[in-house]
């Protein structure tokens, strides 16, 4: 009979069969993941070694770089000393230099020093010496014009007198008559030569600084009438109507009598040379509390605007047509008149009339 022992055994066995299936199945897995946990320890252990060898070159390439790092500030260093050393060796040179140069520009201003004296005497002997020369020769030459004007005005007076003479003889026929308008062309020659030679000698004068102005006590009415009836025989052939207009009052004045007549002459003259027949020129003085302001007005061809003031500068003419005179007469008149502390001017309108006004101070 079977036991209850022999009825379990079957189940014992199977039990134990299943048990050993298990412990086997068990023992392979853990077979399997001890040969995994090799596997990852192979796979750790390689990447640990990469690891290091990367670590390894980064340490290295970091020595390499702070080594750098340390030789290019060593390098610095060297040039930072040898630029101080290089400065201070400049200083010392300029330093050194500059006492040279200072030193030099002493010894030289000392020989300066020396030398001026010769220099300046020297300097004052040739002065003195060149002077002396150019004042001779201003001389011999204002001697020399003085010669040949007074010469050349000598012989003018002695062909207006023979003119003269030629026409107080001259009969009463035609021939006569042709000899008396002769005469007075010669008249008229010499009269614009001697002005010719006034000019010139005139602007030498004020060139040499030597135009000479001797106020004396006279009356600037008197003048206006004196220049007017100077130039009425020449107005009346020009037919032009030639008039001072004065009050009729004496005006005493302390100025330059023939230098300020000599300005009249040449603005009637002017203007009568610039008026057509049938014309006027008026010739005028007024005095105030500071001046004696003189005027001739004519109502001739005008002078352009641009030209006002051009005419009292040497040489100018407005137009080329008319050559009789030099352009000098306008610029000595001013010269006159500055030479008086006074003013000149004009205003104009072109082909109607113009007006020369010229101011002179009552304390010329
Ligand atoms: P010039 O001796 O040649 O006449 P001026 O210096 O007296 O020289 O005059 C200069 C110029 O000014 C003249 O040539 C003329 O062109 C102009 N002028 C002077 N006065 C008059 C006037 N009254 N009317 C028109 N033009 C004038």
């Known amino acids: 009979m079977d036991t209850d022992v022999d009825k379990l055994q079957p189940a014992r066995d199977r039990t134990d069969e299943s048990l050993h299936l298990e412990r086997v199945s068990t ?8 040969r995994l946990g090799a596997q990852t320890d192979a796979l750790v252990e390689s990447a640990r070694s990469k690891a290091d060898t990367i670590l390894d070159l980064a340490r290295d390439k970091a020595d390499d770089k702070l080594d750098k790092v340390h030789r290019a500030e060593q390098l610095i260093q060297a040039v930072q000393e040898e630029r101080e050393l290089e400065d201070t060796i400049l200083h010392n040179e300029r330093r050194l230099a500059d006492l040279r140069l200072q030193r030099e520009r002493e010894v030289h201003a000392e020989a300066i020093q020396d030398l001026l004296p010769h220099e300046r005497a020297r300097t004052d002997r040739y002065l003195m010496h060149e002077r002396t020369r150019a004042d001779d020769e201003l001389a011999h030459r204002d001697d020399f014009l003085g010669m040949v004007s007074h010469d050349l005005r000598n012989l003018l007076g002695g062909i ?8 107080v003889k001259a009969s009463a026929s035609e021939e006569g008559a042709r000899v008396t308008a002769g005469a007075k062309k010669i008249h008229h020659y010499v009269a614009r030569m001697d002005r010719l030679i006034s000019d010139l000698v005139d602007v030498v004068s004020i060139d040499a600084g030597k135009l000479a102005i001797r106020p004396q006590p006279c009356d600037a009415a008197a003048l206006v009438d004196e220049v007017v009836a100077t130039f009425s025989q020449v107005a009346a052939d020009k037919q032009i109507s030639l008039r001072a207009q004065t009050s009729g009052l004496a005006f005493p004045a302390e100025m330059d009598r023939d230098r300020l007549m000599q300005v009249l002459e040449n603005l009637v003259s002017n203007a009568l040379k610039f008026t057509p ?11 105030d509390d500071a001046q004696h302001l003189f005027s001739v007005a ?4 005008g002078i352009p605007q641009e030209m006002l003031e ?7 003419q407005v137009g080329k047509s008319d050559q009789r005179g030099l352009g000098l007469g306008l610029y000595i008149s001013r010269c006159i008149v500055d030479a008086h502390g006074g003013r000149i001017w004009a205003d104009s309108v072109v082909g109607e009339k113009s007006v020369f ?5 009552l304390t010329a």
């Open 27 to 34: 023992d392979q897995a853990l077979a399997e993941n001890v």
């Open 160 to 167: 207006s007198l023979n003119a003269t003479i030629l026409s």
């Open 277 to 287: 027949a049938g014309g006027q020129v008026r010739v005028t003085v007024q005095r």
């Open 298 to 301: 004519d109502t001739g061809i």
């Open 310 to 316: 051009l005419i009292f500068e040497r040489f100018w």
């Open 357 to 361: 006004r010229f101011a002179i101070p």
